[in-house]
């Protein structure tokens, strides 16, 4: 990262990975154009999960190139009287797949459900019942992971 003083601390990257609820998944799209998505995710032990239908140009783009990016944006206050923006945000590169193993797969959605609706069991089961088999779990490992914010942001003792 060029501006070291804007680099957030790695706590404070993943506790806004723990914190926010979508941000915008980058792959290699077709004809090597870049193909950005947004989506709800979930994280857990230094990876992020996402829920998909079966086919489609995400899905497509997964499959044909593993390298992927995912930007969070924790803050985004624009003051126009000083021509700028008071940002706070959040990228993770790494490698992307489908999870395969059933178990796994399960245990994912479960999370991912869990997080959006929490302490509601049987509306998930009854949810997964009906619409697992139809759903793809994708992993994204994450194998560098930035966070930055604006300089107005930064605190004195950093």
């Known amino acids: 990262m060029r ?3 804007q ?12 914190q926010a609820t979508s941000g915008t998944l980058a792959l290699l799209g077709d004809n090597g154009y870049p193909y950005a ?5 979930v994280y857990s032990d230094g990876k992020l999960y996402f829920h998909s239908a079966m086919t ?19 803050r985004d206050d624009v003051k126009p009287e000083k021509y700028t923006t008071y940002f706070r945000s959040v ?6 797949f489908i999870i395969e193993d059933e178990a796994e ?18 509306a998930l089961q009854n949810e997964l019942k009906h619409g697992f088999d139809h759903m793809l779990i994708i992993c994204l490992e994450i194998e560098h992971l930035t966070g ?7 605190q004195p003792h950093q």
């Open 3 to 5: 501006r070291i003083r």
């Open 148 to 154: 930055k914010e604006a300089i107005e942001l930064v």
């Open 105 to 122: 797969r399960m245990a994912v959605a479960r999370m991912l459900g869990n997080r959006y609706n929490p302490n509601n069991d049987e």
């Open 56 to 74: 489609g140009h995400k899905v497509d783009a997964i499959r044909r190139c593993d390298k992927a990016s995912f930007c969070v944006i924790d």
């Open 37 to 41: 998505v947004p989506l709800s995710y």
């Open 7 to 18: 680099q957030l601390a790695s706590e404070q990257t993943v506790a806004i990975l723990r």
């Open 91 to 96: 990228i993770a590169f790494g490698r992307i």
